[in-house]
Structures are given as C-alpha cells and as structure tokens.
C-alpha cells in the first residue's frame, strides 16, 4: 500500500521560514518525478515545484523562484521544501504529489497525493 506524508507545516511569520517534508513508502521512490502544490481556501489547488526522480532537474512557479527550494533524499524516500521569505497570501494547504510522467502542474498525471500540511503566515 502506498503512502505519502508532509509534515513540516506550522504558523510561521511573514517572512519566515519552513521546511516541508514528504516520505514515501510502498512505492519505488526514485521511479517518480516529485511535486509539491499548495491549496489557499476558495483557490484552485496550483503547482508550486517540481523535481525530476534523479533530483537532477527542478522546476518552480513564477510567484516562488528565488524563495523556496525543491529537493529529495532518495535513500531515504524524502521530498523537501525549503520555503524562505513567506508571504502572507502562500498561506495554504501543501499537498506532495508523485508522478511517473514528467514535471509539470497537470494534476491528472500525479498517481499518488498525501493528505496535505497546513502552512499559516501571520502578517
């Protein structure tokens, strides 16, 4: 059975710090790119990184580039996201996601999601 879990969220200040962590069991971790989205109350859930199953190739939303930090640990089955200079409105639901296809935010093509960490950011 395939689990995945973040961990990592919390009520931080805006432009604070946090670092998400999401660990995979049951499945081949290194056979799938992986993803964190995010989820702001009445918002469509949206992309936020991306990285390829080697860890050689990452990829991020516009709104993110230059503050967060997408890597993984494949040893030990685990996705991070180091999130810098956090501003109020990135306030939201994290969601890791796992595909096998390629990078990018079609949703459809993530087999696998975790329950989600909520991240909150005092203004």
């Known amino acids: 059975q395939v689990q995945v879990m973040e961990s990592g969220g919390g009520l931080v200040q805006a432009g604070g710090s946090l670092r998400l962590s999401c660990t995979a069991s049951?499945?081949?971790?290194?056979?799938?790119?992986m993803a964190w989205f995010r989820q702001a109350p009445g918002k469509e859930r949206e992309g936020v990184s991306c990285?390829?199953?080697?860890?050689?190739?990452?990829y991020y939303a516009d709104s993110v580039k230059g503050r967060f930090t997408i890597s993984r640990d494949n040893a030990k089955k685990t996705l991070y996201l180091q999130m810098n200079s956090l501003k109020s409105e990135e306030a939201a639901m994290y969601y890791c996601a796992a595909s096998q296809l390629v990078c990018r935010w079609y949703q459809p093509e993530y087999k696998y999601w975790g329950q989600g960490t909520q991240v909150t950011v005092s203004s």
């Open positions: 049951g499945l081949t971790f290194d056979d799938y790119h």
């Open positions: 990285i390829s199953w080697s860890g050689g190739s990452t």
